[in-house]
């Protein structure tokens, strides 16, 4: 790399006279752009029909604003987990060894001393085997990780700062897009929630259709996400739609993890070069690449090659062969640049000619090693100093960027109408769900079984009491266990398109939250009508108006109690397997203490019902069907008796009902409110 940079290198901008005269050629900046040029002769977005005025301040307007990226001695290093041994003594030698073992021997250095930088209008390749730290440097970079890093990261001489959050888009290796959605939902709804709110309807519909037609969406703009087991668009097709989806809302640094993998050689150049074209708009793209062609990997403007967590090259990308060639090391046959460099950081240099005093090392088990640590330390002696001078030399960025950077952007939209926004995306998603044709006919199918088994039940004897009874229950349990595990996966299951949207503050959570309870409550609430339509006129219930209603009623209120449960268990684990662990026992529980398998209770033991809303929504039906003055028995020998002294109402009083009412509702609210703040814990402590 040297020291200058030449007019020629600079990407094509239209210049105006007055800006000509403010112009520098930059040197020994390392970004090819001089700041103060750059800030105020912008380039024109691609992807925007608006021109990019002059204007002295950029925190009040939203096209991407420069970013300046410096990164300098990056480490980073996680806890050595150690595998509990079965044998106890095995695992009390291990502890007493890890007890003496010195710090350093507890954690993994995945990175060990990064140095580089970039700037608007460049593309940063990371490249370097599985395992060297491309995409651990990559969230460093995007504040997906702040724990256990150590090193300097500035963006325009500043810190990172959560302002930063909206102006970084982060497109992560495994496309993160609800599958239910088409690409053009996917897109509209991204649109709505993040572009400024002065946009209009009709200019976002504009924006996302310029996108579409850009990347090559048009094709493919109603046919779903897919993914899983849901059918949907091809593989290139989702990372494009993964970079709209981002670069829609003009972000200043755009970061990509293998954007290119599973992608034939054809998608993969058309992909990268609307990667150029977004860095020639103002953009700093940051892009980590595993193997990319030789076309692909001429496109890129630096290059940082990593090889077991530390550096071995950092420059310009088309510098690199003339680098490796004044070390010695020289392909013999014709060979792609970027399989040349993945050979050096592995270690594998068949075909590669040798410098002499690595001629000694071949052939040997640790030939490998020492490659990688011959070109290490060269790294360290020739490219660090300079690159770590080239980043004392650059110009500050001015003053205007500074404070830009910091000036967090206000919510685009008010919390109702991200609300409406979010509520009609969550439908959309979940609608296949929420109307399932199976979940119909189990609905229908056991309140039809009910109805036949109890059919014209009645409550003139003991016997048929107890009948009558055991429905009531089992209605109530075929509810709880529904709606609770229909609600348990909710959270878990999303957890990474949550995560991803929260970490670009695309809305608030409790927006999120609400939505998500008050969209699910449509199949909480149909099932039960529907159910409770059929079984409860064939089960000879009692066929009063008012009696009806408020049986449904309390069949509708614990089915959103549960729904209110399983959310707070999926919410507690984020955990699929152990939310569904979760909701057994405690459902199990529940079952036990509800008021019908055991009565009498052990005083010891007491406490654990009043936990459970099974015990207070059984009762509150018992209450609703039942008087205690209604007679039964009438022809027995003993004559009438009435139905406070059934044995099967012994610990129930059947007059009253409000104090089981309220009791429920306060359960409805409280699991809902622990599940958002237990939510919005782990929600923050979650990295993608």
């Known amino acids: 790399m040297e020291g200058g940079t030449e007019i020629e290198d600079m990407p094509p901008m239209p210049l105006s006279s007055s800006t000509m005269g403010s112009m520098q050629i930059a040197g020994s900046n390392g970004f090819g752009h001089n700041i103060e040029f750059m800030s105020q002769a912008y380039l024109r977005n691609r992807y925007s029909e608006i021109d990019i005025e002059d204007h002295p301040v950029y925190a009040n307007t939203d096209h991407p604003l ?244 530390y550096p071995v090259y950092c420059g310009k990308a088309r510098e690199c062969m003339e680098y490796f060639s004044s070390l010695r090391f020289i392909p013999e046959i014709a060979m792609n640049p970027a399989e040349f460099l993945l050979d050096l950081a592995t270690g594998q240099v068949t075909d590669i000619a040798l410098p002499e005093d690595l001629m000694a090392s071949q052939g040997t088990a640790d030939s490998d090693r020492a490659v990688i640590k011959y070109l290490q330390l060269k790294y360290k002696t020739h490219l660090e100093p300079r690159e770590k001078a080239e980043n004392l030399r650059s110009t500050k960025a001015s003053e205007h960027l500074q404070m830009a950077i910091q000036v967090k952007k206000d919510w685009t939209m008010t919390w109702w109408e991200q609300f409406m926004i979010i509520s009609k995306r969550t439908y959309r998603e979940r609608r296949r769900d929420y109307f399932d044709k199976l979940r119909l006919v189990q609905s229908i199918g056991v309140a039809v079984l009910l109805g036949l088994l109890w059919w014209k039940s009645s409550a003139a004897t003991e016997a048929q009491l107890r009948d009558q009874v055991g429905l009531l229950f089992y209605i109530c349990i075929f509810w709880t266990s529904s709606s609770l595990f229909g609600a348990v996966y909710v959270f878990p299951y999303e957890k ?147 139905l406070q002294n059934s044995p099967s109402f012994d610990t129930v009083n059947l007059d009253g009902g409000l104090q089981e009412v309220w009791i429920l509702l306060a359960m409805a609210l409280g699991y809902r409110l622990c599940a958002y703040f237990c939510l919005r814990k782990k929600i923050n402590a979650c990295h993608i």
Not at 248 to 264: A, I, R, Y
Not at 281 to 293: E, F, W
Not at 518 to 545: E, N, Q, W
């Open 66 to 309: 420069p970013i300046f990226l410096k990164f300098e001695d990056v480490e980073y290093k996680v806890r050595n987990i150690q595998v509990p041994s079965i044998n106890p003594v095995k695992a009390v030698v291990s502890k007493v060894a890890s007890q003496l073992s010195l710090e350093k021997d507890k954690y993994k250095e995945i990175l060990k001393g990064v140095t580089g930088s970039t700037g608007p209008g460049e593309i940063l390749a990371l490249m370097g085997p599985s395992g060297s730290g491309k995409t651990t440097l990559l969230k460093i970079i995007g504040g997906r990780l702040t724990d256990n890093v150590k090193g300097h990261i500035t963006y325009n001489n500043i810190p990172y700062n959560p302002a930063l959050k909206r102006r970084i888009g982060f497109v992560t290796q495994d496309d993160i897009l609800l599958p239910q959605l088409t690409v053009e939902e996917t897109l509209v709804f991204s649109a709505f929630l993040r572009l400024p709110s002065d946009m209009s309807l009709q200019q976002k519909y504009a924006k996302v259709e310029m996108i579409m037609k850009e990347l090559g969406l048009e094709r493919c703009r109603h046919t779903r996400i897919g993914g899983g087991l849901v059918k949907g668009i091809s593989g290139g097709e989702r990372k494009r739609t993964s970079i709209g989806y981002e670069i829609l809302v003009d972000p200043s640094l755009l970061l990509l993890d293998e954007p290119t993998s599973g992608l034939d050689s054809t998608s993969a150049n058309k992909l990268i070069q609307i990667l150029q074209g977004v860095a020639q708009a103002g953009r700093t793209v940051i892009t980590t690449i595993h193997q990319p062609s030789s076309r692909m990997f001429h496109m890129f403007d630096k290059l940082l090659l990593i090889s077991e967590g």
């Open 496 to 642: 990474v398109y949550l995560v991803k949207e929260r970490k670009a503050d695309m809305y608030r959570l409790s927006v999120y939250y609400v939505c998500s309870t008050l969209c699910d409550m449509v199949a909480h609430v149909f099932y039960p009508t529907s159910f409770m339509l059929i079984v409860y006129f064939m089960a000879g219930f009692k066929r009063t108006v008012l009696c009806f209603f408020l049986t449904l009623f309390t069949i509708l209120l614990i089915a959103i109690i549960s729904q209110g449960a399983g959310e707070l268990f999926g919410a507690a684990v984020l955990s699929i397997k152990r939310a569904g662990m979760m909701a057994s026992m405690v459902l199990m529980l529940f079952l036990l203490t509800g008021g019908y398998y055991v009565q009498h209770i052990p005083k010891f033991m007491q406490w654990m019902k009043y936990l459970s809303f099974m015990y207070y929504g059984f009762r509150l039906l018992l209450k609703v069907q039942y008087s205690g003055d209604q007679l039964y028995e009438c022809q027995s020998r003993g004559g009438c008796r009435t």
